[in-house]
């Protein structure tokens, strides 16, 4: 998710010492926007004043600050017919079929496991800790991994489970939650896009009241002076009915990724007042798209009190920005191709991101690979930092997705290369799991890019003496690094999704079994160095040369909804949850494309 989708707590803290660190590396940074992050983000939390906490609010209740005069509706008309995503497959042979079938079955066995230490260890608990059994309450409270695990219960065919699931979920109080600051992202991907999806694949009936609910919650998010929302949202305050204004530090990826779950929720219900709440930021990105420091795109971090999405010079596809570039063509589809602006913000935002923060990486087998960096931008001079994070394998999908669906070859043609930079990535580290956050020698363009053993050695010393003077590791055996790497910077595997995500679309997309085996290779290498007792454990250094790799008591609800979904759906029948009929959100909730 891209931070990230789907961030944990880890990746929030990692990540802003990343954007702290690549602040403080880089010479010119504009003033303001430490200090802006330092008072918006947490300078003004002691001076609040009490707020009551109270135990169970109603959403629909709280009065309006910022009333509207209008609202946009959504587009009507008849959809249009989208290109054909999928390949063609014709009937596998026998053969085929069983060894298909067999990997599927063990996906599927290592689910429900996983499964069944949730409702034995933290029914109604957002996490189960795998090592120890315990659980925690970090989203809110409200069940995330039992929401996030409804879809993948019911597409593996366990009805029992989802039954009994479903009428948890109805217990779920969104009045309360056990944490004062909401996520409004994670709220928006896990929950809300959670229980959409189970809702269309179902038609239970409970799950779109509690999406309703969770929609109404959110919504409140959104009453500020300029209808821009908070994205670290003040439960009590809000729900006290006290006046809110948007912050002027912001995520990008936080307000950009709200459109997919918010269009689907007007949709199903009727009620254009979602649609109307995100199109107010969608214009905004529109109107700014060609003006900030890297035209085409926008920085990590936004001013939503002031709406203005231009100021910051750092640019990536990665973490903190990912999923606002994925729902450009996914938003496009589900609106059945009504509004050409999504069509436009994909088209024009690829366009810069394949000029700036695309690299090929030097490696010794000399692959044919592209990967994605991060992008310090300014006036006219823009440098590319081949930074490569695992996060960032999303855009394999995105790209060769938006290829298929805009018809553009070449972007299903990076979107292979960007695939296999994660397959590639994979396989080049001790136990076949590539790190989270790490860095490469980028060649100079995409052609003059021959193995050069000293050329990487060199940049490994200057990194580790420039850049990081405490580190001892002064040797590249110290630094445990794979050749082609040039630094590891955060050693852990936390089950994340992104590289089986575009392995499963290009297989989807091309019909190649190279793709399925490379999926196999991957999972057999996570469920090999993941698996507890109970279920499976985050890693917390996947480079390690003396034994196995150390675990973390975290499992992310993303495993079940996301990851091991992607392994299932890569081992089923290709008409399973097609390309053609559904895009999936940043969370792995499938959504039907309208026909
Ligand atoms: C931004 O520039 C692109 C050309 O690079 C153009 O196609 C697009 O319409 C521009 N967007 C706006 C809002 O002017
Ligand atoms: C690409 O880089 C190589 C090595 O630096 C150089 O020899 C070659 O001329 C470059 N090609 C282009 C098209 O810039």
């Not at 880890?10 to 802003?16: E, F, G, P």
């Not at 014709?90 to 085929?96: F, G, L, N």
């Not at 630094?487 to 091309?510: C, G, H, K, Q």
């Amino acid at each position: 998710m891209a931070l990230l989708k789907r961030y944990g707590v880890y990746t929030i803290i990692a990540a802003c010492f990343l954007y702290l660190f690549y602040q403080l590396s880089f010479p010119y940074n504009p003033e303001g926007i430490q200090g802006d992050q330092k008072d918006s983000k947490h300078g003004d939390k002691g001076e609040q004043p009490t707020v009551p906490k109270l135990k169970n609010y109603d959403w629909t209740k709280v009065p309006v600050r910022n009333p509207l005069t209008s609202l946009t509706p959504l587009p009507t008309g008849k959809p249009l017919p989208l290109p054909k995503i999928q390949f063609d497959f014709t009937k596998e042979k026998d053969i085929e079929k069983s060894l298909r079938e067999t990997r599927r079955a063990e996906v599927k066995r290592v689910f429900e496991r996983s499964w069944k230490a949730y409702t034995e260890h933290a029914w109604m608990q957002d996490e189960v800790e795998p090592i120890s059994g315990g659980s925690k309450n970090g989203f809110g409270g409200w069940a995330a991994t039992l929401i996030d695990a409804l879809d993948t219960l019911w597409i593996m065919g366990m009805k029992e489970e989802f039954k009994k699931a479903v009428t948890a979920v109805e217990k779920v109080n969104f009045g309360t939650s056990s944490i004062d600051t909401v996520n409004v992202f994670e709220t928006n991907i896990r929950h809300l896009g959670g229980l959409l999806s189970a809702y269309e694949l179902s038609g239970e009936n409970t799950l779109i009241k509690k999406a309703k609910e969770v929609g109404e919650m959110l919504y409140v998010a959104f009453d500020t002076p300029n209808r821009m929302p908070i994205t670290r949202w003040d439960f009590h305050k809000a729900g006290n009915g006290y006046a809110q204004v948007a912050d002027e530090v912001v995520l990008v990826a936080e307000i950009g990724s709200l459109t997919m779950e918010f269009t689907r929720l007007s949709q199903t219900t009727k009620d254009p007042k979602w649609y109307d709440a995100i199109t107010r930021i969608t214009e905004v990105f529109e109107k700014q798209q060609n003006k900030t420091h890297l035209p085409g795109m926008w920085p990590i971090v936004v001013n939503a009190k002031k709406t203005d999405f231009t100021v910051d010079t750092g640019f990536t596809l990665g973490a903190m920005s990912d999923s606002l570039y994925e729902y450009f063509p996914k938003t496009y589809a589900l609106l059945g191709g009504l509004n050409p602006v999504y069509k436009k913000l994909y088209e024009v935002s690829m366009k810069t991101a394949i000029e700036h923060t695309l690299y090929r990486p030097m490696t010794p087998d000399n692959a044919d690979i592209l990967m994605s960096g991060f992008v310090r931008a300014e006036g006219s001079r823009a440098m590319l930092i081949p930074e490569w994070q695992h996060l960032i394998c999303f855009t394999g999908g995105m790209f060769a997705l938006g290829g298929r669906m805009f018809e553009i070859k070449e972007h299903v043609d990076i979107g292979r290369k960007l695939a296999d930079a994660c397959v590639w990535s994979y396989k080049a580290l001790p136990f076949g799991i590539m790190p989270e956050v790490s860095h490469m020698y980028a060649c100079p363009n995409g052609t003059g890019c021959e193995w050069d053993e000293k050329k990487w050695k060199d940049e490994v010393a200057r990194k580790a003496n420039m850049e990081n003077e405490e580190d001892p590791l002064k040797n590249i055996a110290a630094a445990r690094l794979p050749k082609g790497f040039t630094e590891i910077n955060d050693r852990r595997y936390i089950l994340r999704p992104e590289a089986i995500e575009s392995v499963f679309i290009l297989y989807r997309i091309t019909g190649q079994q190279q793709w399925q085996a490379a999926a196999w290779d991957m999972f057999t290498a996570i469920q090999k160095y993941t698996q507890t007792d109970l279920a499976n454990a985050a890693l917390a250094d996947i480079s390690v040369t003396d034994g196995m790799p150390p675990k973390m008591d975290s499992m992310e609800s993303f495993w079940m909804a996301e990851t091991l979904k992607y392994f299932y759906l890569v081992f089923s029948e290709p008409d399973l949850i097609s390309l053609d009929d559904y895009v999936f959100n940043t969370e792995a909730h499938p959504f039907r494309i309208p026909k």
